[in-house]
């Protein structure tokens, strides 16, 4: 499978705990983006990498929210001390290099997150 | 502040009908607006993008057009199937950022 993937699929947690989710772009994609999304809404910006560098981050990316990617490959994000309102869907997506015009987002399966 | 809006939430249809997926932005300065399909509890699948010089993409029964001066984007499905039964978001990427600014979807059921 050549597509993104992200692990794990499901996470169930008690608040105040801290999780990481891992996220596995398409081959040679450098750019790498992090989205939440809750029941019945469309998902929500948190963060964007191009290659290692954070370049942008939303303001819902609060201090408890931390995200990386160290090579240039895979990234993984942290919330530390959950809060039920954390439930939500995680969803990763890259694109590859190039223009923002021709920038087609693709998106991985998502990691479900349930704070107990 | 860019908004994303699709209207109706929900729509419901017989088989075999032609679709018109509605879509509007409130910011015109877009890169490109990208129509997404997502089966419940799934990631989502991108289905059409659209550079903002270009007026319309087609892919297969699916043809998107894009009018970005007045805002508003349209999703055509011919000959709805069954298995076109899911939730179809409308995204924009804004000028000046990377990321892709949703609206909140709307979910269609083809009935058989």
């Known amino acids: 499978d050549t597509g993104v993937s992200q692990d794990p699929r499901h996470k169930i947690t008690k608040r105040g705990q801290n999780v990481t989710f891992r996220c596995d772009p398409i081959s040679e994609h450098n750019r790498l983006y992090w989205y939440r999304q809750t029941l019945g809404q469309g998902p929500e910006f948190l963060t964007y990498f191009q290659n290692e560098a954070q370049l942008e981050k939303s303001r819902l990316l609060s201090d408890r929210f931390s995200a990386e990617r160290p090579k240039g490959s895979f990234s993984t994000l942290e919330i530390q001390r959950t809060e039920q309102g954390d439930s939500a869907m995680y969803l990763c997506a890259s694109s590859p290099p190039g223009a923002r015009l021709y920038n087609e987002q693709f998106f991985g399966p998502g990691t479900r997150l349930t704070v107990l | 502040k860019q908004e994303v809006t699709q209207i109706p939430a929900a729509l419901s249809v017989p088989e075999g009908e032609n679709l018109v997926l509605n879509c509007s932005f409130t910011?015109?300065?877009?890169?490109?607006l990208q129509w997404f399909r997502q089966d419940p509890g799934k990631g989502l699948t991108s289905l059409l993008l659209?550079?903002?010089?270009?007026r319309e993409q087609t892919s297969g029964r699916l043809n998107a057009s894009l009018d970005k001066s007045s805002g508003r984007s349209t999703l055509y499905i011919a000959a709805s199937q069954p298995g076109d039964s899911a939730t179809y978001l409308c995204a924009v990427v804004q000028g000046g950022s990377e990321k892709l600014v949703f609206g909140k979807g709307m979910k269609l059921t083809v009935n058989p």
């Open positions: 910011d015109s300065a877009i890169y490109n």
């Open positions: 659209i550079q903002s010089s270009q």
